[in-house]
């Protein structure tokens, strides 16, 4: 398995390629390039921009593992205006065609939310409904839609993320597994395992789950995730790819974050 690093960590205004250039340089041996409506991957890149990233990235010798996307909180496909729907198909669609130019083969997919007004079996009615129209699409690009598990009070079990996933029969729709997200309510070794070949990327975060909240969020090794167990647990599932590190910067040394990030990742992928 590879070290890697999101490109969250690193500023909204810094050039994808200045960011990739700096991952090398402190050791990475993976990067994960993030698109949105704002940021120096947008959603509106052109081909051309892709490409350049793309070439950046082989010629500093560093690989790009997936695309990283949180549009799904702005546009769920959950939702219960058909409008939003529609726009939220729409970036989707852009995502999968740019995630081809970069020639990586997941994106990171935030399915909707239930919310007040977004009951939980519409939730799944819609998003069932509108990732079935997007998996032409994804097939066409030879790229996954990876289903992340995020606080979205949606896909709360991994028996329930495995069985909407299976909906679909295609190996273009899968799952990107965020093992701190998890710790909250579950267990991250016991969800790889249920998920199982379904799981095309990993984000590597930890959390104490005593803080209840966004607070527990901490640096890896610092928290409640059984990293061994879930090492165990990759390795059972036959995975090989990437673990992506998802951090913001500290508040004083990027590098400094960079590094220690690095030097978890490497103790992590040890054991």
Known sequence: MKAAINQWAFPNEMPATEAISMA???????????????GPVRLDASEADVAAIRQHAENKDIELTSVGCGLGWELPLTSMDPKVREQGKEALAKTLQI???????????????????????????????????????????????????????????PVEM??????????????????????????????IRILGNRIRMIHAK???????????????????????????????????????????????????MLKHVLTSLRAILAL
């Open 99 to 157: 995630a081809q130019w970069l020639g990586v083969d997941s994106v990171l997919t935030v399915p909707g939310t239930v919310d007040p007004v977004t009951p939980y079996d519409m939730a799944i009615e819609n998003a069932l409904a509108a990732l079935g129209d997007l998996v032409p699409v994804a097939e066409k690009h030879r790229v996954c839609i990876a289903l992340e598990n995020v606080w979205n009070k949606f896909l709360l079990s």
């Open 24 to 38: 090398k340089e402190i050791g990475f041996d993976a990067f994960e390039v993030c698109v949105g409506s704002k």
């Open 206 to 256: 930890d959390f104490r789950a005593a803080a209840g909240n966004m607070n527990g969020f901490v640096m890896l090794m610092e928290g409640d995730v059984d990293w061994p167990e879930v090492m165990a647990a990759l390795r059972d599932v036959g995975y090989d790819k990437a673990l992506v590190a998802e951090y913001g910067a500290y508040a004083h040394s990027r590098e400094a």
């Open 162 to 191: 495995r069985d909407f996933i299976d909906q679909f029969d295609s190996p273009y729709v899968g799952a990107f597994f965020d093992i701190g997200n998890i710790v909250l309510y579950g267990y991250p070794e016991q969800w």
